[in-house]
């Protein structure tokens, strides 16, 4: 067994969504060529629900063996990037919009050296998918997913929820949050605000 067999981290985000979703087969993407050669993630995973659709990044923390440079306390940039995206009615796969955008969101923290954290936002400029008014992401810790303990240090999840130029507005006025959307889970709905 190589050092690259064994993956500690990625068990660990693993071992945590087997406790959320027994015996649920996810749809997941890998990114290429990996995130020691550039790309955001190493992968991503969407769990069914019947509702909604629950999207885990691997990537952003140390998911084989601990960096020596690293901070002891925090595994790589201490998250990993969920969300939540509405599952349509007769919706068998997975949306790919979603694995896009946490890919593009990791890479926009790797490159800008972005620590996210909660109450962060990020204005996209443009819509996180076709016909929605939703152009930017809040963030807000995974309503369901608790910060853990690994190997490698502590793992939090962060869940991106997207939002329209105008919860944006309001959200840096003061005048809104998260808990307006009146969802406890945090789900991301680009219907609600179709263009």
């Known amino acids: 067994m190589t050092d690259l067999d064994e993956a500690p981290g990625w068990d660990a985000i693993d071992a945590a969504l087997a406790d959320l979703y027994p015996g649920i087969e996810p749809r997941h993407v890998g990114f290429t060529p990996g995130v020691h050669f550039g790309s955001g993630l190493q992968g991503c995973s969407a769990y069914p629900t019947d509702d909604f659709w629950h999207y885990v990044s691997y990537g952003l923390t140390e998911l084989w063996a601990k960096d020596a440079d690293s901070d002891p306390r925090w595994s790589g940039w201490g998250f990993e990037l969920t969300m939540r995206v509405r599952r349509l009615p007769g919706q068998d796969l997975a949306p790919g919009w979603p694995f896009s955008l946490l890919e593009h969101l990791a890479r926009f923290v790797r490159e800008q050296r972005a620590l996210l954290a909660d109450g962060h936002i990020v204005d996209l400029r443009q819509p996180l998918t076709e016909s929605t008014g939703l152009t930017a992401v809040a963030f807000a810790p995974d309503p369901e997913l608790d910060p853990m303990d690994t190997v490698n240090g502590r793992v939090d999840f962060l869940t ?19 808990a307006d959307l009146g969802d406890p889970m945090l789900v991301t709905d680009p219907t609600r605000a179709a263009s």
């Open 160 to 178: 991106a929820v997207g939002i329209t130029a105008g919860e944006l507005a309001a959200l840096h006025d003061g005048g809104w949050s998260l």
